[in-house]
């Protein structure tokens, strides 16, 4: 075989390789796929490609944090809620664990501040303050105290809006 014809195979080949990876490359205008990494409850649709499995996509938002302090649940529901949205945080970002930071950072990770632009409670959501700190029922923004990546202890002030005393109410693993 002549070098000519070598070089020649070696560049087509290369040629069907990048043709091959370019097709393979996600395409940025199609919607943001989660499979498997979806976060229970999520708000999601189902959609098909013919040739292609079944994939999930999730919505803009979740309905995780509908309930967290409606008028008919209690702050323990609330806690727990809390705690649903930061473990489909962590089921979302298992390299990353808990959303780190104060309560603004915190709140901006589960407001869709991440990587994946994954938003599981809204900007705009009533337990959200101006600040943009997630609050409990009373208006205080809760207390996150992160144990380890994937164990973060929850607090709310209580009604008397004040941390640290005997109606505290935590939630922790």
Partial sequence: MSERRVWFSIVAVLVAIAAWLYRSAPDEKSPRVLAASIAPGASDSVIREPSKPITQVVSDTSHLADAL??????IRADLEIVDQLLEAFRTNFPK??????DNVEITAALTGKNQLHLALIGKSHRAINARGELCDRWGS????????????EIRSAGPDRRLWD????????
Avoid: K, R
Wanted: charged letters at 5%; a negative charge; glycine letters at 10%.
């Fill in 69 to 74: 302090n409606s008028n008919v649940g209690t």
């Fill in 96 to 101: 990353s664990g808990n959303p780190v930071g």
């Fill in 141 to 152: 923004p809760f207390f996150f105290h992160q144990l380890s990546a994937t164990q973060m």
């Fill in 166 to 173: 005997s109606d505290d109410i935590v939630m922790a693993p």
